[in-house]
């Protein structure tokens, strides 16, 4: 299983930035999707996750701010981030809970990270 993770880059404040993820290989069935974010000199935190349903789940600082999309089909996620400030530099991670054929349990599996600069 892989998460391929694109579209991190660097903006200016106010700018916008989409990430898109996609997981491929043996998977059966995702439940969660989304994102995690680890800023300079910090720990890893929520950014968004959305589950099969659509439900989702946001980081206060975020709300409002950054949207969270699913694709189940493709079994991909994309997160579209508007009026970006400095502090959402980061270092950001897809993440997805899912299972593979064969496993009665879903487990994480994490992208590569791909980097967000924000410039004043």
């Known amino acids: 299983v892989q998460l391929q993770a694109s579209g991190g880059g660097s903006v200016q404040v106010g700018g916008s930035l989409r990430l898109s993820c996609a997981a491929s290989?043996?998977?059966?069935?995702?439940?969660?999707m989304g994102w995690y974010r680890r800023p300079p000199g910090k720990e890893r935190e929520l950014v968004a996750v959305?589950?099969?349903?659509?439900?989702?789940k946001y980081a206060d600082s975020v709300k409002g701010l950054f949207t969270i999309s699913r694709d189940n089909t493709k079994n991909t996620t994309d997160l579209q981030m508007s009026s970006l400030k400095t502090e959402d530099t980061a270092v950001y991670y897809c993440y997805a809970l899912l299972g593979t054929p064969g496993t009665m349990i879903h487990r994480e599996y994490w992208g590569q990270g791909t980097q967000v600069t924000v410039s004043s």
């Open positions: 959305i589950t099969s349903g659509g439900s989702t």
């Open positions: 290989g043996n998977i059966f069935s995702i439940n969660t």
